[in-house]
Structures are given as structure tokens and as C-alpha cells.
């Protein structure tokens, strides 16, 4: 499974912004997708998943309110529009699936900037 970010970029305070990920390759073994983040100098943390088996979308608390997290009727490219934008928002996001076939197995985007300036 390949997958590539896009939609980053540098914004004001308020604005909003929505960041897409397109899936390629087995993406009939995807179980999962999700949205990290990692701001420099922390941890990489989860912003938001959907799990369509089970439809069931999660947030961080941080963002509950203010992003969405959406798929296409495919189901190969999912989005993350973002409003409200805060300036502790600022980082690289990144595009998470998991697959399973003959194990769990976890892919991850090259990451997308998101920069917020207050």
C-alpha cells in the first residue's frame, strides 16, 4: 500500500485548509486509515481515524470540532479539513493505513506540512 499526501501548506490563524491522502497498490486490504501529526521536538500523535468496517470515526480532543475526517466512495483517498485553525496546529501530518492480509501491517505517507502563523 502507497500512500501520498497533499493540501499542506502555510495558512493564518482561523483559516482552513483540508489535506488529502490517495491509497494505491493492495488497498483492498485496508482496514483502517488515520491522520498523525508531529510538531517539532514531540511525539507523532493520532488526529483522527475512521475504520469504515465498523463506521466509526475517532478524534484527538484537541481537534474534536474543528476537523473532519472523510473518505471517498472508493475508499482509496481519505481527507482531513481542517477549520479553526490554531497555530498549535502546526506540523508535519501524515496519512496512516493499516492493512491486513497475512498480518497487520502498518504504511505510512511522506508527511505534509501544515504551518499556522498567528
Known amino acids: 500500500v502507497r500512500l501520498v499526501e497533499s493540501g499542506g501548506g502555510a495558512v493564518q490563524a482561523g483559516d482552513s485548509l483540508r489535506l488529502s491522502c490517495v491509497a494505491s497498490?493492495?488497498?483492498?486490504?485496508?482496514?483502517?486509515m488515520a491522520w498523525f501529526r508531529q510538531a517539532p521536538g514531540k511525539q507523532r500523535e493520532l488526529v483522527a481515524s475512521?475504520?469504515?468496517?465498523?463506521?466509526?470515526?475517532d478524534y484527538a480532543e484537541a481537534v474534536k470540532g474543528r476537523f473532519t475526517i472523510s473518505r471517498d466512495n472508493a475508499g482509496t483517498t481519505i481527507y482531513l479539513q481542517m477549520n479553526s485553525l490554531k497555530p498549535e496546529d502546526t506540523a508535519v501530518y501524515y496519512c496512516?493505513?493499516?492493512?491486513?492480509?497475512?498480518?497487520?501491517?502498518?504504511?505510512w505517507g511522506q508527511g505534509t506540512q501544515v504551518t499556522v502563523s498567528s
Open positions: 496512516h493505513a493499516m492493512s491486513e492480509q497475512t498480518g497487520w501491517t502498518d504504511h
Open positions: 475512521l475504520t469504515p468496517r465498523y463506521g466509526r470515526t
Open positions: 497498490g493492495s488497498t483492498f486490504s485496508i482496514i483502517s
